[in-house]
Structures are given as structure tokens and as C-alpha cells.
């Protein structure tokens, strides 16, 4: 059992002083006012977020995808073959070594739990492992070692386009069949039911490109509860491609012909039309962006503000890890809106700020996309927390609203985060993880035996 004092305290009721938390199991058991001598204290705590959409190992390959292609025109398309060949060296110590030091940046960071959106199955030239599971036990032991809580979302991807061409190079590691892939849904479940409490599973259909429209169907009937994750209209090239193969763009797409409830997530939808976005906004799904990433490989810029206009949730994910900042992924995401429409403070409201729109928003629907019992400071719930300085050039002392504000758009997380807590591990302390030597010595070391070359 554990009792934490804050200053002030972000409630769904809004800011409260002198707030007192007793978290027992995991959970926060009980809500109190008032100061004690001898707790440990914050000057502000949060809800932790989740981390809605992540691909693990291509964190080591952040700063090798720097250079053009022999296209003038580099795009995603290029980057997405130097992916592939980078993934003909990784075996599953590497990626348990990777996904461990990516969990524990995403705890430095504040986020509270990670949805993998995990699709890297099989052995080089995409042979099953003996143990079909093999890299879901790597990733779910990576998310134990380094205290993050997980939601692992196994991904189907049986084909290499819309065509059904086979898949090809790197690609092979993650291709299954129907069958093949509900023994390795299976499988992976019984991993995650043996680990602790706040791990879950759900599913992921890869995208409209990977999966065809009969698979797409069975989805509920290897998965039969938990989110399902998918990525949808990305990129221009994709939407043309579905377009010409289905008769629709991806978000047209799925929504007539599938039902699209609130355990659904949709990953980037950078390329929507108005009515696409008020479409998916009203069946309560979430929109799962990336800003970092969307960014870094020229998605595109998501319909922010007319999809929170037409009652849309929305939560973030650092997708290709690249570069894991949840302060900054929120900044972007407002930056990016401002810049489409040369506007200021774009996804402010008359009531609230954008620091305290954006953060609600990622909050409460980071839980929903992950199937996760976190998302707010409230019983029951579990106690994904951060706590932050306010005693600092950054946030100068400031309180509520305006304290977030600097935070996201000044601070962006430097010197502010102090601790941060998983389903009530502790595990940032002083803005450093309780691991953060041992864990950073294994990364190196991989990345040292995968070269330093794409």
C-alpha cells in the first residue's frame, strides 16, 4: 500500500488542492483531502495516459532513415522498404532488449501503459517459431522487466496489397493465415492472462491493404472481447488503392461495411474528407494519432479540429518510436492544426484551454483504445500517475489550467516529470527509471551487433 499527497491534482471534476491517494493492488483505493507530514508529495499529478499505438523494435531504427532514396521524391514508401531490410537481422533478444528500453522511455516520458500494436511474429525469411508465441513472451516479459503496463494487440497481415500479391522480404515475418494466426492469438493470450492484473489483449487487423474483407469479418471470432486496432488512411497511396480495388477510400469503406463501435481504434486517418471525419467521429471510435511519426514520414495532417468539433475522441501513440515524448506528441498535434489553417491556440475551447483539451482528450481515450481501467484520478481505477516540478523555469510555480498549458508548450515534459507510476510501481523516480542503467547497457549492446547501417 502506498499514500501520495499532491498540491493540486487533476480530478474529472477538474483541479483540486491538497489531494491525498492510497493505492492498494494497483489501484487507486481511496481519494482524500488534506496534508500529511512524512507522505511523499508531488506539486501537481496527472493521469498517465496510454500510449495508444506503438511498433517496439523500430526504435533502434530511429536516426538511420535520415538520408533520401534514389526516388527525389522519398517518401513513406521508401522508408517502409529500409524497414524491411533492417528486420532480416532482428532475433528475439534483440527485441526483448529494444522493446524493454522503448517501455522504459515511454514511463521517462508519462505514459502509464502502451496498446503494441505487435506484428513482428515469425523467424527471419518468416519461418513459425518452435514456440509459436515466441516475440508476444518477449514483448510482454520487456513490459514486466520494465514496469509499463500492456495491452498486446496481435496483428493479422496475410497479404502484401489489396491485389493479394504474396508477401515479400521482411514482410514475411509477419504474414499468417486465418488459422495459423488464431493458434498464435491463442497462444499469446495465455501469456498475458500469466502477467500482472493491467495487462490485456485485444486484436489488430493490419489495414484494408493486409487483411481482406472476409478476415476482416472473423476478427470478433478469434478475438471475441478487447479493442481492436487497425490502420486506415495514411497515406495518399493507400487511399488510391484501396479506392481502386474496393470502390471506396479506406474510412468510406469500413464504415459501410463494417460496424465500427467504440472498442475500435483507427490509426493515423490522415487522409480524410469532411465527411469521413464526421462519419467516424460519431460511432465513438477513437482516432489514434502519431503526430511525431506522421510527421517524420509526411502522413499528412488529421481533421483535429472539425472531428473533436463533431464529438470525436482522440488519443496519441509514438508509433515508430522514433522519438518518445507525449509532451511533444500533444504540441505537434496542435501545432499541426494551426499551421493547416494558420490559426492560433486551434483545439482551445471557449471553457478550456489546449493544453487541458488535448490532455483530456488523450487521457480519456487512451483508456478506451487500450481496454484499460485508467485515464482518470478516481477509485477503482488503476494508478497510472505521473507527478510533476512545478518549481521550475518551465512551469514557474504556476497552477491548474495554465500550469498544464506551460507544460505542453513550453516545458514539454524537461526537468518537470519527476515520477511516474504503472498500476502503482513506482517505477520513475526523480525523472529517472528505477532500471534505467541496466536497461540502457542492453539497448547499446544490441544496437551494437545490429550495425550502425541499414
Avoid at 496483428?155 to 515479400?168: E, F, I, K, W
Avoid at 460519431?282 to 517524420?296: D, F, K, N, R, W
Avoid at 544490441?446 to 550495425?451: A, E, F, H, I, K
Wanted: with cysteine; proline share 4%; aromatic share 6%.
Amino acid at each position: 500500500m502506498q499514500e501520495i499527497h499532491a498540491q493540486q491534482a487533476l480530478m474529472p471534476q477538474g483541479w483540486v488542492s491538497d489531494l491525498r491517494l492510497t493505492i492498494d493492488a494497483g489501484r487507486i483505493a481511496r481519494i482524500s483531502h488534506g496534508a500529511a507530514e512524512g507522505l511523499p508529495s508531488v506539486d501537481m499529478l496527472l493521469p498517465a495516459p496510454v500510449n495508444l499505438h506503438s511498433h517496439a523494435f523500430q526504435r533502434a531504427m530511429a536516426g538511420l532513415t535520415e538520408t533520401r532514396g534514389p526516388d527525389p521524391r522519398d517518401s513513406f514508401w521508401t522508408w517502409r522498404q529500409l524497414m524491411y531490410r533492417f528486420l532480416d537481422r532482428l532475433t528475439p533478444d534483440h527485441v526483448q532488449a529494444i522493446a524493454e528500453l522503448v517501455f522504459m522511455e515511454m514511463l521517462e516520458a508519462g505514459y502509464g501503459g502502451v496498446a503494441e500494436f505487435h506484428y513482428l511474429h515469425h523467424d527471419i525469411g518468416g519461418v513459425p517459431y518452435a514456440n509459436l508465441p515466441e516475440m508476444a513472451q518477449r514483448i510482454a516479459t520487456a513490459a514486466q522487466g520494465a514496469g509499463l503496463g500492456l495491452t498486446l494487440l496481435p496483428v493479422l497481415y496475410m497479404q502484401g496489397g489489396c491485389d493479394g500479391r504474396a508477401l515479400q522480404g521482411g514482410q514475411r515475418r509477419f504474414g499468417c493465415d486465418a488459422e495459423l494466426f488464431a493458434r498464435l492469438h491463442s497462444d499469446s493470450a495465455a501469456i498475458i492472462a500469466e502477467g500482472p492484473e493491467d495487462f490485456g489483449i485485444g486484436i489488430a487487423p493490419h489495414s484494408l491493404r493486409a487483411v481482406t474483407p472476409e478476415a476482416l469479418d472473423s476478427v470478433r471470432g478469434i478475438s471475441p472481447i478487447g479493442p481492436i486496432h487497425m490502420h486506415l488512411a495514411e497515406q495518399v497511396a493507400e487511399v488510391e488503392e484501396v479506392e481502386a480495388h474496393h470502390g471506396a477510400r479506406p474510412v468510406e469503406w469500413l464504415l459501410n461495411h463494417t460496424d465500427v463501435t467504440p472498442d475500435w481504434c483507427l490509426i493515423h486517418c490522415t487522409q480524410m474528407t469532411d465527411a469521413e471525419t464526421k462519419g467516424l467521429a460519431e460511432t465513438g471510435a477513437v482516432a489514434g494519432l502519431c503526430p511525431i511519426t506522421e510527421s517524420s514520414l509526411g502522413d499528412g495532417i488529421f481533421n483535429g479540429t472539425d472531428y473533436r468539433a463533431a464529438g470525436g475522441r482522440f488519443g496519441v501513440g509514438s508509433d515508430s518510436n522514433i522519438h518518445i515524448a507525449l509532451w511533444e506528441e500533444l504540441a505537434t498535434l496542435d501545432y499541426s492544426q494551426r499551421l493547416r489553417d494558420r490559426s492560433r491556440a486551434a483545439m482551445a475551447t471557449a471553457e478550456q484551454s489546449t493544453g487541458r483539451v488535448v490532455f483530456d482528450a488523450v487521457t480519456q481515450a487512451g483508456a478506451q483504445a487500450a481496454g484499460r481501467a485508467s485515464g482518470r484520478i478516481a477509485e477503482g481505477r488503476f494508478a497510472d500517475l505521473i507527478g510533476i516540478s512545478t518549481d521550475n523555469e518551465f512551469l514557474c510555480n504556476r497552477r491548474g489550467d495554465t500550469a498544464l498549458d506551460s507544460l505542453i508548450f513550453t516545458g514539454r515534459g524537461r526537468a518537470c516529470v519527476t515520477d511516474v507510476w504503472s498500476a502503482g510501481r513506482h517505477m520513475v523516480k526523480e525523472g529517472r527509471h528505477i532500471d534505467r542503467d541496466r536497461i540502457v547497457r542492453d539497448f547499446i549492446k544490441v544496437t551494437q551487433q545490429l550495425g550502425q547501417e541499414i
